[in-house]
């Protein structure tokens, strides 16, 4: 089918959205514009800022694509204080970056949900209630989401980083930890508690091709995700899957699938919020740009405070790693203004999906 067609038909199905991510040239190009139109139509042209806050890279768990994984003894394991977390937090309210995003290696133990609780307590206080948070730390059970969403959390992200169960034991070790269902109902619980819910998968893992992909994408479309952030796999040489690398497509295609994924989101999911991730623009320095171009609405600028970065090493060339905060701010504003988009200072941004899913009739 013509790529026409398939860009008016009202239902996507799986060959559709596989012909949308192997498209080319002219091709990829109508599915660009279609998404930018669909995004300008239904979320408008307004970027919202989410602030990072890589606050520990100690974790429980032993993901093969992950360089933070728990068996890698070449990473200096960190943890930055509470003071600075919450400095962080000032910088992000003073700044009017509207929300905040609390992530780090996955932890569970009472003192850690008694941690982020206070945490998030404290971050409210600071900014009169201001600041929205959304928390992305992994798996925890019903009680500990329910916690932090009482403390004032109201969005979380746990990337299901494949839908196919087959791949997804592929690229985890076969325990209970790293259990394939134990993610999928972490995910309906999180929706349930009321929490906006944010999924995304990795794009370009080794095994994976676009039929994975466009599954993925009816994946979130049959979970009615909120939000997502996805994309392309960067292999770390201290992991299990870095010898597979000659298996996956060059880092250009990962890149340029990414930014298809995305319009073909886009297109699946007219009102949710799609963030673009970090791992573009360790692949080109415009990469997030190029993403909010075709689809992409959320921005998460890195304020960790600087000399932690590098440490928080889940690939290799991350970027901004020897940027300060501000220095970030001032060059993201103009990088913005040059997709034509705005900057949606000091407010949440909260999902529009989300906003009808909930509201009452
Ligand atoms: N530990 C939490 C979790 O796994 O949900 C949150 C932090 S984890 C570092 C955030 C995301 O980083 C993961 O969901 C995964 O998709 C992504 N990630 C990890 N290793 C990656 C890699 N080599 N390339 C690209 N993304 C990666
Ligand atoms: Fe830990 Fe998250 Fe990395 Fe997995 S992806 S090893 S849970 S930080």
Redesign the pocket.
């Known amino acids: 089918m013509e790529i026409e067609a398939i860009l008016g038909k009202e239902k996507l199905d799986r060959n559709d959205l596989m012909m949308l991510l192997q498209a080319t040239d002219e091709d990829k190009k109508l599915l660009f514009q279609r998404a930018e139109k669909i995004k300008l139509a239904e979320v408008g042209k307004k970027v919202h800022f989410r602030g990072l806050v ?1 606050f520990s ?1 100690i ?1 429980g ?1 032993d ?1 093969y ?4 994984r728990k068996s890698n003894r070449a990473v200096h394991r960190y943890d930055v204080t509470d003071e600075q977390i919450l400095e962080s937090a000032r910088f992000a309210y003073e700044h009017d970056y509207g929300s905040l995003v609390l ?4 932890l569970e133990s009472p003192a850690f949900t008694d941690r982020i609780e206070k945490l998030l307590r404290s971050i409210k206080q600071i900014s009169h209630g201001e600041l929205g948070v959304t928390l ?4 925890q059970k019903k009680e500990v989401y329910e916690r932090w969403y009482e403390a004032g959390a109201h969005r979380y ?3 299901i ?1 494949t839908s196919n169960p087959e791949l997804y034991r592929l690229y985890h070790p076969s325990d209970k930890l790293h259990d394939f269902a134990r993610r999928l109902t972490s995910l309906q619980t999180l929706k349930r508690i009321g929490y906006q819910t944010g999924t ?3 794009i370009g893992l080794p095994f994976q091709d676009t039929l994975q992909l466009a599954d993925d994408l009816l994946f979130m479309k049959q979970f009615d995700v909120d939000m997502v ?8 040489r201290h ?1 299990p ?1 870095f010898q597979y690398r000659h298996e996956l497509l060059p880092i250009r295609e990962r890149f340029d699938l990414s930014l298809k994924m995305i319009a073909a989101l886009r297109i699946l999911m007219k009102d949710i919020n799609i963030a673009a ?1 970090t ?1 573009l623009q360790a692949i080109d320095p415009l990469g997030r740009e190029k993403a909010v171009k075709v689809g992409a609405n959320i921005i998460m600028p890195n304020i960790t405070p600087g000399k932690y970065r590098n440490d ?1 090493a ?2 290799e060339n991350k970027p901004c790693v020897d940027e300060e905060p501000e220095e970030c701010l001032n060059c993201l504003d103009v990088r913005i203004q040059l997709t034509d988009g705005e900057i949606g200072y000091g407010e949440w941004g909260d999902s529009k999906h989300f906003q009808k899913r909930t509201a009452v009739m």
């Open positions: 890589e890279n974790c768990k993901c694509y992950c360089g933070i992530q780090s290696g996955e992305s730390l992994g798996e992200l746990l990337r980083e995304g998968v990795m952030g996805m994309g392309p796999y960067i292999e770390h992991t899957l991730a791992a928080y889940l690939y």
